[in-house]
């Protein structure tokens, strides 16, 4: 008899708003921010699946993909500048 805590590990998943979701891919979450996505589990007897992230400012996580509002990360942001930086234009 399976234990509820029994799990298969998945190779990738299609999440919606991202598309296909693989470990070692960045994702980013609303609240958690930036992480890397260590592995997805399907459990057998209640057949839900998580996504385990890693995030860089909160650690590692079990989410549910259904409730996490996923994204993938942007690309091309704009890089604050730093006080330094802003002080060194305004001297030209």
């Known amino acids: 008899m399976a234990n509820k805590l029994d799990a298969i590990e998945l190779d990738s998943l299609n999440v919606d708003?991202?598309?296909?979701?693989?470990?070692?891919?960045?994702?980013?979450?609303?609240?958690?921010?930036?992480g890397k996505?260590?592995?997805?589990?399907?459990?057998?007897?209640?057949?839900e699946i998580t996504v385990r992230v890693n995030f860089k400012e909160y650690?590692?996580?079990?989410?549910?993909?259904e409730y996490a509002n996923f994204s993938l990360p942007k690309t091309g942001k704009a890089k604050k500048s730093s006080l330094f930086s802003k002080l060194l234009k305004k001297g030209k």
């Open 17 to 34: 708003g991202v598309g296909i979701v693989r470990p070692g891919m960045s994702l980013e979450h609303p609240m958690f921010g930036l």
């Open 37 to 47: 996505v260590e592995a997805i589990f399907e459990f057998i007897k209640s057949g």
């Open 59 to 65: 650690g590692s996580k079990a989410i549910v993909p």
